[in-house]
């Protein structure tokens, strides 16, 4: 059901601040700005103020950039109190606005509200994810970071050889000390992950499915059930393949722009990664897609397109398992010697 909008208002949110922008007569130009606080007490004061201007839930929409925890109370807030918002990621708006020169919140504020107002048409209303995705995304987080604090204290080793032993001697037994524990928490951590999976009939159900794919271990999986919404977001397999910056675009114009087709940057480079690991691990032990690349380098295709189609073959295995709801079935075992 469409709503009848009649108020907009941009949020343009930083640590310390939410700079806000209401738009109530676009055409006149005067709008109302303000500041309050990015805190439980600034959020609270500031939706009251509205409710005594007689402003109903249903004729206001909030627009804001996705900053990540930053806007986390924000949405906390408007979702308890029914308010519609929309988080809308900040290259968009960027793009959205023109030429402009100079910057500051109060004018980012006034475009973030335009937004809202000029693209209605592509409006997609936000909803906060469960409390267990929040702690699922957030655990990924702490996994990856120990995961480069390990690999960074693991190059001390590569000193061997080039200094002098009785130097590096302490030095190396505090850095296996350390790597010990690093490697001791990350197990802990993706225990925990795994009871949180578990603990959920349906994303432990889904963690089970993902992993009968060929290439795809626990943490590709894990990955794939959090940025989907337990593949809840996004309609097909091709629209995530595009958030995941491996499907291909064309790259040309005219006469004289006559490009390869390609990936584009913009892109989950996490998720990304993880598929590009999967891709290799199903080109090696997957006798269809060892057979696949074979035959597509031998009639001369480069490597690593090949290998990025292996990663959207595994991308729409994993939406196929999910929505039949039965393992993965490897059709080349039943084959005729």
């Known amino acids: 059901m469409k709503k009848n909008y009649q108020t907009f208002i941009g949020v343009d949110v930083s640590k310390s601040k939410l700079d806000f922008c209401i738009v109530t007569e676009p055409s006149s130009g005067q709008h109302q700005f303000g500041i309050i606080s990015n805190d439980e007490k600034g959020i609270k004061n500031f939706l009251s103020n509205l409710k005594k201007k007689n402003l109903s839930n249903e004729s206001v929409l909030f627009c804001l950039e996705n900053t990540g925890v930053y806007s986390m109370p924000l949405c906390c807030w408007l979702q308890a109190n029914h308010f519609d918002y929309w988080v809308v990621p900040a290259l968009e708006i960027k793009r959205s606005t023109g030429i402009k020169r100079g910057k500051s919140d109060k004018a980012d504020a006034k475009d973030i509200a335009r937004y809202a107002l000029s693209h209605l048409h592509a409006l997609t209303l936000s909803v906060l994810p469960e409390k267990n995705f929040l702690e699922l995304r957030l655990l990924l987080a702490e996994r990856e970071k120990l995961v480069r604090a390990i690999s960074a204290f693991k190059a001390s080793a590569e000193n061997k050889g080039f200094l002098p032993a009785d130097i590096l001697k302490s030095v190396l037994q505090h850095?296996?000390?350390?790597?010990?524990?690093?490697?001791?928490?990350?197990?802990?951590?993706?225990?925990?992950?795994?009871?949180?999976?578990?603990?959920?009939?349906?994303?432990?159900?889904?963690?089970?499915?993902?992993?009968?794919?060929?290439?795809?271990?626990?943490?590709?999986?894990?990955?794939?059930?959090?940025?989907?919404?337990?593949?809840?977001?996004?309609?097909?397999?091709?629209?995530?393949?595009?958030?995941?910056?491996?499907?291909?675009?064309?790259?040309?114009?005219?006469?004289?722009?006559?490009?390869?087709?390609?990936?584009?940057?913009?892109?989950?480079?996490?998720?990304?990664?993880?598929?590009?690991?999967?891709?290799?691990?199903?080109?090696?032990?997957?006798?269809?897609?060892?057979?696949?690349?074979?035959?597509?380098?031998?009639?001369?295709?480069?490597?690593?397109?090949?290998?990025?189609?292996?990663?959207?073959?595994?991308?729409?295995?994993?939406?196929?398992v999910i929505q039949r709801d039965s393992p993965f079935v490897d059709l080349n075992k039943f084959k005729a010697a």
């Open 175 to 320: 850095n296996q000390k350390t790597v010990m524990l690093l490697q001791q928490q990350l197990i802990k951590l993706e225990k925990l992950i795994e009871k949180l999976m578990s603990a959920d009939p349906v994303l432990g159900h889904q963690f089970k499915l993902l992993q009968s794919i060929p290439g795809v271990g626990k943490q590709t999986a894990v990955n794939l059930i959090v940025f989907t919404h337990a593949f809840s977001t996004f309609k097909n397999w091709r629209k995530f393949a595009c958030y995941c910056g491996i499907a291909p675009f064309p790259y040309g114009s005219g006469t004289s722009i006559k490009g390869r087709t390609r990936v584009n940057d913009l892109a989950n480079k996490k998720l990304k990664s993880l598929l590009n690991l999967a891709a290799l691990s199903a080109k090696k032990h997957d006798t269809e897609m060892k057979n696949y690349f074979q035959r597509k380098v031998d009639e001369g295709k480069n490597k690593m397109l090949v290998l990025n189609a292996i990663r959207c073959k595994i991308v729409s295995r994993a939406f196929a």
